[in-house]
């Protein structure tokens, strides 16, 4: 018994230890508004109020495939990627609740992959990548520093903005092919996250903001019957939608994945972000702040951002 009690207080005393640490290389003023928990889980809430313009929703092929520091220096666009591994619906809900209520952007882009996953089936999983993360962040967030720079003033600014660098690649070990032939199956969506997107698209519209559906490219985890699903989603719900799996981006995938066709790398990730920049920026409703002297931290973060993608 007695031993027992040393291994629980050690364990107890090593967390509050970690927290601590934690909290030592974390944003003064994001601790006193936010906590440590959650702006740990949500990284958007480290970001100045009212400056993002585009909210990214989704899992991991979204901060695998768009960096919004290449949409910030082709198109001078705020955009933040809030996603998460495996990401279920209700969380992209939860994820996009709280950022509107910091940000108010004017596009909420969300990869339809989540609306096909099934809530209950993922609750475990998702418990233990979320979950034990927040009861001790630095858990999840062991490299947070590699990801941040300081302005002028030594406020920390997120460099990645929610994107994962990584620049290896790691090819498809025989050719994949045509992996959108078209079928004419559609990919069952389970009941429940009906009701959730509903939730979604009632907040885009009280927050008067343009909700558009991309889907990221994929070899391995999109194909057609996903594709004419979230198509006729899309379309009963009159939300715009670009399939970037069908789009000509010119994705090598011999060289531009790095987990043999499920995620893109840097390189592939990088023609992805500047296409859909382009995308969002034709639509009219985002502003250019590249030379707006109230975003001036977003070139300091462009800055750190190109020393990441350099390290990765």
């Known amino acids: 018994m007695k031993n027992v009690l040393k291994s629980v207080a050690f364990v107890l005393i090593f ?73 279920v619906i209700q969380g992209a809900y939860k994820y996009l609740k709280i ?89 069952k969506i389970p009941e429940d996250n009906l009701q959730y997107l509903e939730k979604i698209i009632d907040m885009c519209n009280e927050y008067n903001a343009k909700l558009i559906f991309v889907s990221f490219p994929t070899q391995t985890s999109w194909h057609d019957a996903k594709h004419k699903a979230a198509e006729k989603i899309a379309s009963d719900y009159g939300i715009e939608f670009l399939d970037l799996n069908l789009e000509d981006i010119g994705i090598s995938w011999g060289s531009e994945t790095r987990d043999m066709g499920q995620h893109l790398n840097n390189s592939g990730a990088q023609k992805v972000s500047r296409h859909l920049a382009k995308y969002l920026f034709d639509t009219g409703l985002l502003t250019d702040h590249r030379n707006d002297s109230k975003y001036i931290s977003w070139n300091i973060a462009y800055e750190q951002y190109k020393k990441n993608l350099a390290k990765s």
């Open 99 to 187: 950022a509107m209520e910091k940000e108010h952007p004017k596009i909420v882009v969300m990869e339809p992959n989540v609306i096909f996953r099934d809530i209950k089936k993922r609750k475990i999983k998702n418990t233990l990548r979320t979950d034990i993360p927040r009861i001790v962040p630095i858990s999840k967030y062991h490299d947070v520093w590699k990801k941040y720079g300081f302005d002028g003033d030594g406020v920390v600014v997120n460099a990645n903005k929610g994107y994962n660098c990584i620049s290896r690649t790691n090819p498809p070990k025989k050719p994949i092919g045509n992996y959108m032939k078209p079928t004419a199956k559609l990919e």
């Open 15 to 87: 967390v509050l230890f970690i927290n601590l640490i934690t909290i030592v290389i974390f944003p003064e003023n994001s601790i006193k508004k936010y906590g440590v928990v959650n702006a740990y889980k949500y990284e958007i809430l480290l970001e100045e109020d009212d400056l993002i313009d585009v909210l990214v929703l989704g899992d991991s092929l979204v901060y695998s495939s768009y960096s919004p520091m290449e949409a910030w220096d082709s198109y001078g666009i705020t955009s933040f990627d809030c996603a998460e591994p495996a990401q």
